[in-house]
């Protein structure tokens, strides 16, 4: 069992661990189908008169040897879940297969017995460690005595010349247990401290990825719920003003991040003014969507408390360079739309030119006054200026995100490119109409990653039941 890792429910084991203990398992199969095949080649080695042991020896030893190493593999496919207990088949496979070959050959088995201990330091457990530890210390202790009597002995041991012809006494054994199989036993023991020190340090990295793990994981939803909450803070149902047949509005935006710093925001002032706002804040992530939720508040109170666009970002200017330590900015365009008239009042704040189409029209920037960007420096004055939307004209208005969206060969889009996917679509509908835009720009940006947040919001007039549309009138 994976210490610390491992609850009473499995289900509640870190991935990372469960994938990491997937994989020892995995790599311990394979070493021990390795270490099969060497047994079968002993076993062929014998039979060639290399080893001299005896035939009934090896014919009863290396099948067994051979099924104890080959028996998690046959095993594996057969179970349905992760089980700690397999580990521990796994080893004690090992063990019992190193056991009888070191029986049968034991004095070509000494490197053999560090392979349990390698292999369970793949688990990062100490308990596993251990007991392959003690285990392997007594097999090979019982291995070496009984080999002596069956296998094929160590000429060191004893001054026979043929196997056959040794003689196993008490001093053969004492000597066999003080000078071999001590030795061995204090070597395996010293290596397997070396690999529980490396297997130790290990798993300490591997719960720190753990840890940075669930860190993250806790982090995107935090940022998926915050993503949530920006997207309800813009006005996302439409048709927007269903009641209301003189003009049509739709917006969208797109964040770079999991949260953006564009926003957009219609609202009624009252029964006769539609207010608009595009903004686009500095920088990207979590601080431009703070600074963004402010702003828009900002913005949106000074307008309902019937403000002008040039006294709105007047006041939400030194409002936000109040403790703006942190030296952001947001770019802003605000209009205020007479819906009776078509009369807009409107005032820049450092941002993109709007693009307007008069009735059978086609899309044109139109180059308006520009002022300084908000919570850039105190006590800045704007200017605002009067625009007329004619029944069938069309406005759009956008962020940089757009025009400054790069394809793979880091080529602008430009406006160029976004007046003439607009006038491809002038004919339609603002929703219909910028899912064109936004196709358009998609195909140009192909496979390239976004680095900016890309809004748009379009406002088209369209008179009322009783006004018949500029191309009829006389």
């Known amino acids: ?20 203990e ?40 290396m099948p067994v040897c051979i099924f104890f190493f080959l028996l998690p593999t046959l095993l594996r496919p057969c179970m349905t879940r992760l089980d700690w207990r397999f580990q521990y088949l796994i080893m004690g496979c090992c063990i019992l297969g190193i056991t009888v070959l070191s029986v049968a050959i034991p004095k070509h088995t000494v490197l053999a017995w560090i392979a349990p201990v390698l292999l369970s330091c793949h688990y990062y457990s100490r308990k596993l460690t ?69 297997a130790k340090r290990t798993r300490s990295l591997l719960e720190r990825q753990a840890a940075d793990s669930s860190a993250r994981q806790r982090i995107e939803t ?43 925001d219609f609202f009624l002032v ?20 703070l600074f963004m939720v402010i702003a828009k508040t ?16 007047d006041k939400v200017n030194n409002q ?18 007479e819906i009776s008239t078509g009369r807009l ?49 069309t406005l759009f208005l956008y962020t940089d995100g757009v025009a400054e969206a790069t394809d793979g060969a880091n080529t602008l889009y430009g406006t160029d490119r976004m007046l003439a996917a607009l006038n491809q679509s002038s004919a339609l509908p603002p929703e219909q109409l910028l899912q064109q835009v936004k196709a358009d720009l998609n195909r140009f940006v192909g496979a390239a990653p976004q680095f900016d947040d890309i809004t748009m919001l379009s406002l088209q007039r369209k008179g009322d039941a009783a006004q018949p549309p500029a191309s009829d009138r006389p």
Request: contains cysteine; proline residues 5%.
């Open 320 to 337: 936000l360079c109040e403790n703006n330590e942190s030296e952001m900015f947001v770019t802003v365009w605000l209009g205020v739309y």
């Open 22 to 61: 997937r994989e020892a398992n995995q790599y311990s199969c394979r070493c021990l189908q390795v270490m099969a095949l060497i047994a079968a080649l002993a076993w062929v080695l014998n039979l060639l008169d290399v080893f001299i042991v005896p035939p009934l020896v090896m014919n009863i030893g």
């Open 222 to 264: 935090e940022l998926n719920v915050a993503a949530q909450i920006q997207a309800d803070m813009l006005p996302s149902i439409f048709p927007a003003f269903p009641e209301r047949p003189e003009f049509d509005i739709y917006a969208s935006m797109t964040p770079a991040k999991e949260v953006g710093g564009d926003f957009y």
């Open 130 to 198: 251990a007991a392959a530890l003690a285990t392997s210390v007594v097999c090979l202790n019982v291995s070496g005595i009984v080999g002596l009597y069956i296998g094929e002995g160590d000429p060191n041991l004893t001054n026979a010349l043929h196997a056959e012809e040794a003689v196993i006494t008490p001093d053969v054994v004492r000597e066999a247990v003080l000078f071999f199989l001590l030795p061995r036993s204090a070597i395996l023991v010293g290596m397997a401290f070396v690999c529980i020190t490396v």
């Open 270 to 289: 009252d029964d006769d003014h539609l207010a608009m706002v595009i903004a686009d804040v500095s920088g990207k992530g979590v601080p431009a969507a």
């Open 298 to 313: 900002l913005l949106k109170n000074a307008v309902q408390l019937g403000l002008s666009p040039k006294e709105a970002l």
């Open 345 to 393: 009042t409107a005032a820049n704040a450092g941002h993109e030119y709007p693009a307007i189409r008069r009735a059978g029209g086609r899309f044109e920037l139109f180059k308006d006054r520009h002022g300084f960007v908000l919570a850039g420096m105190e006590d800045n004055r704007y200017q605002e200026y009067e625009l007329e939307i004619g029944v069938g004209d």
């Open 1 to 20: 069992m994976v210490q610390g890792a491992v609850d009473t429910d499995r289900q509640t084991v870190n991935p990372i661990f469960l994938e990491n």
